[in-house]
């Protein structure tokens, strides 16, 4: 199933070039009080939730994918991780350009782990990335993205993708500089997710996915996730080592080779084998 978030946080069934609105399926979420569980309730009971949206879908609202305004598809999410340097040839690129390094030594990620970026930092496709630090490189970096389904920790490699909920495409913006990764990739804007959640029966194995970004038709970024230094399973081992998971949380698997700037007035296309493909603007501040 793909599934949606789009317009005023309504929940669609994404169907070829169509959304059907099954927003009545919000209804079904259990009654929650202060102080709220972190992390997001829709993806924490999206098993249930899965058989009544296909009943709703049967005969419900349908609208033009074109013609709304696609959100994130995750809204809550509690933390994202993100990894760094996790295809051997960005790690070389990033190693001889000054640009990328910034003159420290780029470290594998074997040494670094993962980091984390901001929620604050997320927004969906139809939104604007905000390119306001003129005085700095601003790059692009296409990421395929899943989202941690139930509750986690100390999983291990051989059943971990038991633990995911789906799959979507994300934009890890970055200004280069000498900063922490955390401040320099969480800037508001900097975190795009969409254009829609592909659920993890439907999307299968993650293990050798063609993905591209490309800008005004040029190709950017083109590679494979069987390139991964650390693949979706391993990260999701790797981080519930340290941290418990929750529903809702976004794994963000790295970027490969091309990483370059982006200009205000920009279209990153980006597009992912399995999941479909989303323009994202850039504008000046
Ligand atoms: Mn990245």
Redesign the pocket.
């Known amino acids: 199933m793909r599934i949606c978030r789009f317009d005023d946080n309504r929940v669609g069934v994404v169907e070829g070039d169509e959304i059907v609105d099954v927003s009545a399926i919000l209804d079904r979420l259990p009654p929650v009080k202060w102080p709220y569980p972190r992390g997001d309730a829709f993806i924490a009971n999206l098993p249930d939730l899965m058989p009544e949206m296909r009943k709703i879908a049967a005969d419900g609202r349908r609208l033009k994918l074109a013609e709304v305004k696609l959100l994130s598809p995750v809204a809550q999410p509690g933390k994202i991780v993100?990894?760094?340097v996790n295809y051997k040839l960005h790690l070389e690129e990033a190693r001889a350009d000054q640009g990328i390094h910034f003159g420290s030594h780029v470290k594998t990620i074997e040494e670094c782990g993962v980091f984390l970026k901001a929620t604050s930092s997320m927004i969906g496709p139809a939104d604007p990335v905000v390119s306001d630090r003129s005085d700095r490189r601003t790059d692009h970096?296409i990421?395929l993205c899943f989202v941690i389904g139930k509750k986690a920790r100390h999983v291990r490699e051989d059943n971990a993708l038991d633990y995911v909920a789906g799959f979507m495409i994300g934009l890890?913006m970055?200004i280069r500089g000498p900063e922490e990764r955390s401040y320099r990739?969480s800037r508001d804007t900097f975190t795009v997710f969409g254009p829609w959640l592909v659920t993890a029966d439907e999307f299968g194995d993650p293990s050798a996915v063609d993905f591209e970004l490309k800008i005004a038709g040029q190709t950017r970024q083109k590679a494979n996730t069987r390139d991964l230094i650390f693949d979706c399973r391993k990260l999701i081992a790797y981080a519930s080592e340290a941290y418990t998971l929750e529903p809702g949380d976004v794994f963000?698997t790295?970027?490969p080779e091309g990483v370059a700037p982006v200009e205000p007035g920009d279209i990153l296309n980006c597009r992912i084998d399995g999941i479909g493909e989303m323009n994202v603007a850039v504008r000046a501040a």
């Open positions: 993100a990894a760094p970096e990421e890890d970055t990739k963000m790295g970027t």
